[in-house]
């Protein structure tokens, strides 16, 4: 599984939620399918991605808060899961990309991955520390249509949630990014000034509705 299909299966349901992601290849990534002002690609502070999120989703309970993060940053930052569980703010869905590597800092050079490897190699199970941490709702994937569904259900969900999904480690075709840090610092906060939408319906309107049937109420007669 590639992270860059997770991120293009995803990325029309970021369109109302504020997203916020770790540095290098994640941010790259998402880029390159097309930059919107709720996104703040959180450079130069690896492991920190889920503590801003935290902020944002405390600070705005009505929107929907995304964080995408990766093994690497996580696990420099594992005190952060704590404080996500202990919190519970129910409208943030943390999602970890875990390619075993500290890719983006020179595990993905030609044989580096071999020497950069993170503890989830060697078995460190990022859900299984997150439910252990106190979330309600964390779980590994491992197939595109598993991340997708688990995705949609995390989003859908009014609790705090984590998908772990394991992915390839591949580096992006490209990491420039023509968004300049400091007009992405003020762009996103703007972005979040504007009152979010009914999300949900947005989202997924045939979803929604096979799962809440339209009941069409007794027409009234004339008489009435």
Request: aromatic share 6%.
């Amino acid at each position: 599984m590639k992270r860059l299909d997770c991120l293009r299966a995803v990325y029309p349901e970021l369109e109302d939620c504020a997203v916020v992601t770790i540095m290098g290849a994640v941010a790259a990534e998402l880029y390159s399918l097309g930059h919107r002002a709720n996104f703040f690609y959180l450079e130069h502070a690896m492991g920190l991605a889920s503590s801003v999120g935290l902020g944002i989703a405390l600070a705005q309970p009505e929107r929907k808060v995304v964080v995408i993060d990766g093994d690497g940053s996580v696990l420099m930052n594992l005190g952060g899961l704590t404080t996500l569980a202990r919190s519970r703010p129910k409208n943030l869905v943390h999602v970890i990309f875990d390619n075993e590597t500290l890719l983006s800092v020179g595990g993905g050079a030609p044989g580096g991955y071999k020497w950069f490897t993170t503890a989830t190699s060697t078995g460190a199970d990022l859900a299984g520390i997150a439910m252990a941490a106190g979330f309600p709702q964390a779980k590994t994937v491992r197939e595109l249509g598993d991340f997708e569904r688990a995705a949609l259900d995390a989003l859908d969900s009014n609790e705090l949630s984590c998908v772990v999904a394991k992915v390839e480690a591949e580096m992006p075709k490209s990491f420039l990014m023509d968004v300049h840090m400091l007009e992405n610092r003020f762009e996103f906060p703007r972005a979040l000034q504007q009152p979010p939408s009914d999300q949900r319906a947005l989202r997924r309107p045939t979803r929604i509705a096979k799962e809440q049937p339209t009941t069409i109420p007794a027409m009234k007669s004339l008489e009435e």
